[in-house]
């Protein structure tokens, strides 16, 4: 691991504290000669990270290997000189990569399609019967004592992460991986639209910023209860009816009723995950707290799938996973365009009830 600047610079002025000869120098810390161990030392920690990226990527057989080989990957473009483009693989930057000499900078990042990847180790097992239903994960047990290297990958469209494009690109991928991987080696490939995901939140925000209609307030308190609702609560709840609609203006702010402070922070948040990385209640629930006008969020359901396989009629349905701290999805990411976000607001009154 390569050592901080002020580590170095620790070490050097160390070693100068040896030399006699050098004590003659000024301490002053805008001295010329402490100027120089500074550039010494911020150069020297520039090559030790050379170095350490060189280390974790150039030896094959690790996970951070695949995953830069898998970015590395540029669709359409052939592994060996003999093809009729002449491209081949070279060695640089302490890895092999695609020979783009001929290309331009937007040739070149229109082919590299491989945008994320998460590059783990898994249990044969897990292959052999897939479990999609979430669970929290504390440590890999391969059972059989054999690893299959999985690798899970996504592109970007329309500015979104999307799945690669099984018929073309995803086979062209396989392709690549099972002719650089390691002979032997066991490498098992997904990529799956984002997985579902409905929440259901009571939140308490403040009236004074945010827009309420009057006429809602009872409905979403009576739909926050999570007790049992007396015979007179459920007989109102039942008045509203099934196809009750709240009014559309409910939980924006007043002043930019264009925005809609809750809806916003989840949808930030979702999006700022990184690929293959857990949903944490807790961290939602801070990133809601964090916007405008909210004073008390309360995430109350949780519920996810896996998308749906458009070659398969089964649809696997949502799981409950309100219980589960954290997980993470199957595809590595959320679907937003089909996220759904069930919202009881609530004004923050209590001060005045207790008045």
């Known amino acids: 691991m390569a050592r901080t600047i002020a580590e170095i610079q620790n070490e050097i002025l160390d070693e100068k504290g040896k030399q006699p000869s050098l004590n003659g120098l000024t301490e002053s810390k805008t001295s010329i000669w402490r100027l120089w161990v500074n550039i010494v030392a911020t150069a020297i920690w520039i090559h030790e990270k050379i170095v350490e990226k060189n280390a974790l ?14 970015l590395n990957f540029h669709y359409g473009l052939p592994l060996t000189p003999e093809s009729s483009n002449n491209m081949s693989l070279v060695w640089k930057d302490g890895s092999y990569q695609f020979d783009t000499t001929n290309l331009n900078d937007d040739e070149i990042e229109k082919s590299k399609i491989i945008k994320y990847c998460a590059v783990s180790e898994i249990d044969l097992e897990t292959i052999l019967t897939p479990n999609k239903e979430p669970k929290e994960i504390f440590s890999d047990y391969f059972h059989n004592k ?3 290297v999985f690798i899970k990958v996504a592109t970007e469209k329309d500015d979104k992460i999307s799945r690669v494009d099984v018929s073309n690109e995803l086979f062209a991928f396989k392709e690549y991986i099972a002719k650089i991987k390691d002979a032997g080696n066991l490498v098992y ?14 939140v308490y925000v403040d ?10 307030i009872e409905y979403y308190q009576l739909k926050s209860l999570s007790r049992s609702l007396s015979a007179e609560e459920t007989a109102k709840l039942a008045a509203y009816g099934e196809d009750y609609e709240t009014d559309a203006v409910n939980g924006s702010l007043i002043l930019k009723p264009e925005e809609f402070p809750v809806e916003d922070a989840v949808k930030n948040h979702l999006k700022n995950i990184e690929f293959n990385g857990a949903f944490v209640k807790t961290y939602l629930v801070d990133a809601i707290q964090k916007a405008e006008g ?9 519920q ?6 458009p070659n398969s009629s089964e649809d696997s349905g949502l799981s409950d996973v309100s219980n589960i701290e954290y997980f993470i999805p199957n595809a590595g990411y959320f679907d937003l365009d089909n996220l759904v976000i069930d919202i009881n ?3 923050y009154t209590f001060y005045r009830d207790n008045q």
């Open 294 to 302: 909210i004073k008390i969020p309360i995430l109350k359901q949780v």
């Open 207 to 216: 009236p004074l910023t945010i827009k309420i209609n009057p006429k809602d």
């Open 146 to 148: 054999v690893g299959v």
């Open 189 to 202: 490939i997904t990529s799956d639209d984002g997985d579902i995901l409905k929440l259901n939140l009571n």
């Open 345 to 347: 607001y609530i004004p």
């Open 304 to 309: 996810t799938s896996a998308a749906k396989n």
């Open 57 to 70: 990527i150039s030896r094959p057989h690790t996970l951070n290997w695949y995953r830069d080989q898998a």
